[in-house]
């Protein structure tokens, strides 16, 4: 069980004051991890590090708009240097890809997939110069396929998604001389803010196209994230695991 212990590590971890990157940075912190949490909104962000401090774990956290350079450049300075780097921040955008205006396009773009690259490049110079570090991007299973047409329309979510396991698998490749390890988790449908309002529609689609036949459950990524984070993973880098019910293996 040692393999999977974090203790002694710190992690930083976007988009981390609810939903999925809250339930990751708590697993962490059950494996002993130091968490470092950043948001956008403070209203998010207070309660959860209170919730984290009564449960008597290691926490901080910050402000942080991941799509402005300065603003990431300050957060990791503040916080860092970090041992493992969690890329969670994201938002979508729902209509047709021939309606959808550029200012929407690039918003989530530059949330998803530049404010990722900005994190990784930023924690990425301490990590060369320590010569060791982990990060995880949080991906998304729409990221590795299309959807029907009735399905649900985020081309920018889709290629955002797309291009954040693109480029995990290039940081891979030219990061690990450094011993630095980058992988990502691709979530299939979870409750979480992004999914509120479609979650309860889906569910007939769910049991009918996804083997385990539903929706994730709260607590089910953790063991992933701690896997891909931890010298469990020592040998795994470049990868990025579906977590998603056995959807993709289907392909529908």
């Not at 959808?100 to 301490?126: C, H, P, Y």
């Not at 385990?212 to 896997?227: H, S």
């Amino acid at each position: 069980m040692q393999l999977f212990r974090l203790d002694g590590r710190r992690a930083l971890i976007t988009g981390g004051s609810r939903g999925l990157g809250a339930e990751i940075a708590e697993g962490l912190a059950e494996a002993g991890c130091a968490v470092r949490l950043l948001a956008r909104r403070e209203q998010w962000l207070t309660p959860t590090l209170e919730a984290f401090r009564a449960k008597g774990y290691d926490c901080d956290g910050g402000l942080c708009d991941v799509s402005d350079p300065d603003q990431v450049d300050a957060a990791v300075e503040r916080f860092g240097p970090c041992d493992i780097l969690i890329n969670n921040a994201g938002l979508s955008w729902g209509q047709p890809a021939e309606e959808v205006s550029i200012e929407k396009w690039r918003m989530v773009i530059d949330t998803n997939l530049t404010g990722a690259f900005l994190f990784a490049q930023a924690a990425g110079r301490q990590m060369i110069a320590r010569r060791k570090g982990v990060i995880l991007n949080i991906a998304s299973i729409a990221g590795m396929r299309g959807s029907m047409p009735r399905g649900i329309h985020a081309a920018a979510y889709t290629a955002s998604k797309g291009g954040l396991i693109a480029l995990t698998k290039e940081l891979a490749a030219k990061w690990a001389v450094y011993g630095i390890r980058v992988n990502a988790l691709a979530p299939g449908y979870f409750p979480s803010r992004m999914t509120e309002r479609i979650l309860p529609q889906m569910e007939a689609d769910l049991r009918d196209h996804v083997p385990l036949g539903r929706a994730g459950r709260t607590g089910e990524l953790k063991g992933a994230a701690i896997f891909l984070v931890s010298d469990a993973s020592s040998y795994i880098t470049g990868q990025t695991l579906a977590v998603d019910g056995g959807a993709t293996a289907v392909g529908l």
